[in-house]
């Protein structure tokens, strides 16, 4: 966070991980452990230069994830134990959008350099956090790129209609603005350039980013040939606008959110019209589609489906035919053109010990007529370009064999993260891999040990008020941004969610129950009144008589920052009005950044 937002009076702590998952979920389970209540209560706040700031301190990609993040940060948010949860995303979503619309500039941070360089494979969201992060520590950061733009499969594999390609620039940008160097077109590994080449150079240590680009086979007859493709050779086609034909039936072969942005974008894309490289603004091209019928198969059912609920339900909107609890036997081929997908319906997709082993019911034989299969079936990385093994280990999935604490490979000085160590995963998460990397590449080139001890986490106690909430704050319904008309989507990449409205946007702040505000009670000055406990609504105070043998005092932890089930506190202040005024609140900041460390050091506070 921005100096101009810190309170000069603070306490540095430390706290154990178990208390923060059980009083700041959001936060916790943020892969990226972003700040969710301090970027919420800043909008609330109307400052939104200083919620894009905090926003940056944790996720280079804000504007990114503020489009497509899966939210596994809403999943937890306390808001949602009785009622539906904050809409965290789309509040990230209004934010960036801010910024960017009104061209507001973030002012450059003064770096202080360091000796050594670092080489990063890969400009997708692990390689491209993990080159902001070395940067920001000094380092010369050079990223190399096979492709010949940056964003990996942000820019490839997710469509215009949900990620705008300008904002995916607007992100990187930002982080090219530390001094990070971005070489396009430029392969590593044999023939080419290797890693070996990489660490002679000079190269202290090199980072792997490099993606999952291989779609699984499914292993039937048919599928090798014309009219069958993987989604992301699709998705990567249509972006470039080099796709030419799909005919006027397409199956997609899947039942994942990549199938349903595949699926999707079949039914837009409009034959032998190319469009506008991704920096061009694809997503705004109004280009009107003929009529095409577009079938999704997969194997579970429709409740099973591991697609996003709303990803499925915008298909459906769309006109695409779901077809699930059926597996494909076999594609079928007339004079090598394809014509048709047999499938078998499916009898069980999981074994009794929730394994993946399909099972399928002898003689359901079926026929869905296509003159396009597309395959959507799972991803996994690509390794043959890879130079150094065995020295670098693979793991039997064929992804690279990494610590999970540091992502160091079996080669010293190689580190590997993202979908190319752990297979498909969100953006967020191959940030907080980019995050963490980025801090045991640190360590190694300073000579340290890699491990970093996370048994427990320093934060920033501050004195915080708690403002004043609406009398019906309980009650206010979760805002729920415009939708495209699901007319103005046919033919078109127009983005199809519209974002929140800044009205809607302070509402849906007001929502958020603080759950970074924690109450700090001074147990020397209570007089055991009691008025705490009786006007606490969901009973976080309690009040203990002598005669129960305990502490005679309101129930306060060990290291007397936070009183006895806070982690059922919804932050309504009724208790801070205190006739001696023992009970005050105080904001957590979890890991704070340097700059937040050292204006305390200065001042001489709580260390």
Request: net charge neutral; with cysteine; hydrophobic share 35%.
């Given at each position: 966070m921005s100096?101009?937002?810190?309170?000069?009076?603070?306490?540095?702590?430390?706290?154990?991980?178990?208390?923060?998952?059980?009083?700041?979920?959001?936060?916790?389970?943020?892969?990226?452990?972003?700040?969710?209540?301090?970027?919420?209560?800043?909008?609330?706040?109307?400052?939104?230069?200083?919620?894009?700031?905090?926003?940056?301190?944790?996720n280079p990609f804000p504007a990114v994830c503020g489009y497509i993040c899966a939210r596994p940060c809403e999943t937890k948010c306390k808001r949602g134990d009785f009622d539906k949860p904050v809409a965290i995303d789309a509040?990230?979503?209004?934010?960036?959008?801010y910024i960017y619309k009104n061209k507001i500039e973030i002012p450059s941070q003064k770096i202080k350099k360091r000796k050594g360089k670092v080489a990063i494979i890969g400009a997708g969201p692990a390689g491209l956090t993990a080159a902001n992060g070395l940067a920001g520590m000094g380092y010369k950061v050079t990223v190399?790129?096979?492709?010949?733009?940056?964003?990996?499969?942000?820019?490839?594999?997710?469509?215009?209609?949900?990620?705008?390609?300008?904002?995916?620039?607007?992100?990187?940008?930002?982080?090219?603005?530390?001094?990070?160097?971005?070489?396009?077109?430029?392969?590593?590994?044999?023939?080419?350039?290797t890693i070996s080449d990489l660490l002679k150079e000079g190269y202290k240590a090199v980072f792997i980013a490099a993606g999952a680009q291989k779609v699984r086979k499914l292993g039937i007859p048919g599928e090798e040939g014309d009219g069958v493709m993987d989604c992301l050779e699709f998705l990567k086609s249509v972006s470039l606008g080099v796709m030419k034909s799909l005919g006027k039936k397409v199956i997609v072969v899947g039942g994942g959110n990549v199938a349903m942005d595949t699926a999707r974008t079949a039914v837009r894309f409009t034959e032998n019209v190319g469009y506008e490289h991704a920096e061009m603004d694809a997503a705004r091209m109004?280009?009107?589609?003929?009529?095409?019928?577009?079938?999704?198969?997969?194997?579970?059912?429709?409740?099973?489906?591991?697609?996003?609920?709303?990803?499925?339900?915008?298909?459906?909107?769309?006109?695409?035919?779901?077809?699930?609890?059926?597996?494909?036997?076999?594609?079928?081929?007339?004079?090598?053109?394809?014509?048709?997908?047999?499938?078998?319906?499916?009898?069980?997709?999981?074994?009794?010990?929730?394994?993946?082993?399909?099972?399928?019911i002898e003689g359901s034989e079926s026929t869905i007529p296509s003159d396009t299969v597309i395959l959507a079936v799972g991803q996994t990385p690509d390794a043959s370009w890879l130079e150094g093994r065995p020295e670098i280990e693979l793991t039997p999935r064929g992804t690279i064999k990494v610590d999970d604490e540091t992502l160091a490979t079996t080669r010293p000085g190689v580190f590997a993260g993202g979908d190319v160590a752990y297979g498909p995963r969100i953006v967020i998460e191959a940030v907080a891999d980019g995050h963490k990397v980025a801090?045991?590449?640190?360590?190694?080139?300073?000579?340290?040990?890699?491990?970093?001890?996370?048994?427990?986490?320093?934060?920033?106690?501050?004195?915080?008020?708690?403002?004043?909430?609406?009398?019906?704050?309980?009650?206010?319904?979760?805002?729920?941004?415009?939708?495209?008309?699901?007319?103005?989507?046919?033919?078109?990449?127009?983005?199809?969610?519209?974002?929140?409205?800044?009205?809607q946007a302070q509402i849906e702040a007001e929502r958020c129950l603080k759950c970074d505000l924690n109450i700090n009670v001074a147990t020397d000055d209570c007089?055991?009144?009691?008025?705490?406990?009786?006007?606490?609504?969901?009973?976080?105070?309690?009040?203990?008589?002598?005669?129960?043998?305990?502490?005679?005092?309101?129930?306060?932890?060990?290291?007397?920052?936070?009183?006895?089930?806070?982690?059922?506190?919804?932050?309504?202040?009724?208790?801070?009005?205190?006739?001696?005024?023992?009970?005050?609140?105080?904001?957590?900041?979890?890991?704070?950044?340097?700059?937040?460390?050292?204006?305390?050091?200065?001042?001489?506070?709580?260390?």
């Amino acid at each position: 966070m921005s100096q101009s937002t810190i309170s000069k009076q603070g306490t540095r702590v430390a706290l154990d991980l178990d208390w923060l998952e059980k009083n700041i979920r959001c936060q916790h389970r943020c892969p990226a452990h972003m700040d969710v209540p301090g970027y919420i209560r800043l909008i609330n706040q109307g400052r939104y230069l200083e919620s894009y700031k905090l926003m940056l301190e944790t996720n280079p990609f804000p504007a990114v994830c503020g489009y497509i993040c899966a939210r596994p940060c809403e999943t937890k948010c306390k808001r949602g134990d009785f009622d539906k949860p904050v809409a965290i995303d789309a509040l990230k979503r209004f934010v960036t959008d801010y910024i960017y619309k009104n061209k507001i500039e973030i002012p450059s941070q003064k770096i202080k350099k360091r000796k050594g360089k670092v080489a990063i494979i890969g400009a997708g969201p692990a390689g491209l956090t993990a080159a902001n992060g070395l940067a920001g520590m000094g380092y010369k950061v050079t990223v190399f790129e096979k492709e010949s733009i940056v964003g990996g499969m942000m820019m490839w594999a997710i469509p215009s209609y949900r990620l705008p390609r300008e904002q995916i620039m607007f992100d990187v940008n930002n982080i090219k603005a530390r001094g990070v160097k971005i070489k396009t077109n430029t392969p590593i590994g044999k023939p080419g350039k290797t890693i070996s080449d990489l660490l002679k150079e000079g190269y202290k240590a090199v980072f792997i980013a490099a993606g999952a680009q291989k779609v699984r086979k499914l292993g039937i007859p048919g599928e090798e040939g014309d009219g069958v493709m993987d989604c992301l050779e699709f998705l990567k086609s249509v972006s470039l606008g080099v796709m030419k034909s799909l005919g006027k039936k397409v199956i997609v072969v899947g039942g994942g959110n990549v199938a349903m942005d595949t699926a999707r974008t079949a039914v837009r894309f409009t034959e032998n019209v190319g469009y506008e490289h991704a920096e061009m603004d694809a997503a705004r091209m109004a280009i009107r589609l003929g009529a095409r019928e577009v079938h999704v198969v997969c194997l579970e059912s429709k409740e099973e489906m591991p697609a996003f609920e709303h990803e499925i339900e915008g298909a459906e909107e769309e006109g695409i035919i779901l077809n699930p609890s059926k597996g494909p036997k076999r594609i079928i081929r007339e004079n090598n053109r394809v014509v048709g997908l047999e499938t078998l319906d499916v009898k069980s997709v999981f074994d009794s010990s929730g394994r993946f082993n399909p099972t399928f019911i002898e003689g359901s034989e079926s026929t869905i007529p296509s003159d396009t299969v597309i395959l959507a079936v799972g991803q996994t990385p690509d390794a043959s370009w890879l130079e150094g093994r065995p020295e670098i280990e693979l793991t039997p999935r064929g992804t690279i064999k990494v610590d999970d604490e540091t992502l160091a490979t079996t080669r010293p000085g190689v580190f590997a993260g993202g979908d190319v160590a752990y297979g498909p995963r969100i953006v967020i998460e191959a940030v907080a891999d980019g995050h963490k990397v980025a801090k045991a590449i640190d360590r190694y080139i300073r000579g340290e040990n890699l491990q970093e001890p996370e048994k427990k986490v320093w934060v920033t106690l501050l004195d915080s008020e708690c403002n004043a909430r609406e009398g019906n704050y309980d009650a206010v319904p979760r805002q729920e941004m415009q939708m495209l008309n699901v007319g103005e989507r046919q033919g078109t990449f127009n983005l199809v969610e519209l974002g929140l409205t800044e009205s809607q946007a302070q509402i849906e702040a007001e929502r958020c129950l603080k759950c970074d505000l924690n109450i700090n009670v001074a147990t020397d000055d209570c007089i055991l009144c009691g008025r705490c406990s009786s006007v606490c609504p969901v009973d976080a105070l309690e009040q203990v008589d002598v005669d129960t043998g305990g502490d005679y005092r309101p129930h306060v932890s060990k290291d007397g920052i936070v009183i006895r089930y806070t982690d059922v506190c919804i932050r309504c202040g009724n208790c801070k009005d205190c006739p001696v005024d023992a009970i005050s609140m105080k904001s957590v900041f979890w890991e704070p950044n340097k700059e937040i460390n050292k204006l305390l050091e200065k001042s001489g506070v709580g260390l």
